[in-house]
């Protein structure tokens, strides 16, 4: 009897069969994992200058130390949400400067409603809430570092399954005091 064949199965049970349905399995699974790697390999590159302007914007937007790392992350998802938020940065930079704006107040009621005012708060809303939508399967850009936190830092504690803070498993425990010996 061949090796193939189990000696208590019939010929149509032969794992050649089985073979060819985890080979398919097998190659289905590729095919959806190179789909998965290949959007997320193309995410657009800014150039720094982009990335330098959408921080100038920010800043003007947002009184708060802002994290480069975050803004440049941010920059890029908002980007590629939306195909004229260049031009929108680059208008909303134009009406700041003419106005010699040093805070969000000098040049924000010049903001005419539509695409520009819902892109100046949808910065605003993108950094302080550290998601670009409010919806479950939001990507999460800042967590920690979302500026909604940073007001009442002193009093609140963000959200965290960390007994001392986000990411407090990753930091040193205090050394224990003298036990006292019985």
């Known amino acids: 009897?061949?090796?193939?064949?189990?000696?208590?199965?019939?010929?149509?049970?032969?794992?050649?069969?089985?073979?060819?349905?985890?080979?398919?399995?097998?190659?289905?699974?590729?095919?959806?994992?190179?789909?998965?790697?290949?959007?997320?390999?193309s995410d657009i590159v800014l150039p720094d200058e982009s990335v330098a302007r959408f921080m100038e914007i920010s800043s003007l937007l947002i009184p708060h130390q802002l994290d480069r790392g975050i803004g440049k992350r941010l920059a890029i998802a908002m980007t590629t949400a939306n195909p004229s938020f260049s031009d929108h940065i680059t208008a909303l930079l134009a009406m700041a400067r003419r106005r010699n704006a040093r805070i969000v107040e000098d040049f924000f009621p010049d903001v005419p409603e539509g695409p520009l005012k819902e892109t100046a708060l949808?910065?605003?809303?993108?950094?302080?809430?550290?998601?670009?939508?409010?919806?479950?399967?939001?990507?999460?850009?800042?967590?920690?570092?979302?500026?909604?936190?940073?007001?009442?830092?002193?009093?609140?504690?963000?959200?965290?399954?960390?007994?001392?803070?986000?990411?407090?498993?990753?930091?040193?425990?205090?050394?224990?005091?003298?036990?006292?010996?019985?």
């Open 122 to 182: 949808s910065i605003i809303s993108a950094w302080y809430m550290g998601v670009l939508t409010d919806a479950p399967n939001a990507q999460v850009f800042a967590y920690e570092l979302a500026l909604m936190y940073q007001p009442t830092i002193d009093v609140m504690t963000i959200p965290s399954y960390a007994k001392a803070a986000p990411n407090g498993w990753n930091a040193d425990a205090p050394l224990l005091s003298d036990m006292p010996q019985f």
């Open 1 to 41: 009897m061949p090796d193939q064949y189990r000696d208590d199965a019939p010929v149509e049970f032969s794992l050649a069969r089985r073979r060819i349905l985890v080979g398919g399995v097998l190659l289905m699974g590729a095919f959806g994992a190179l789909s998965t790697f290949s959007a997320t390999s």
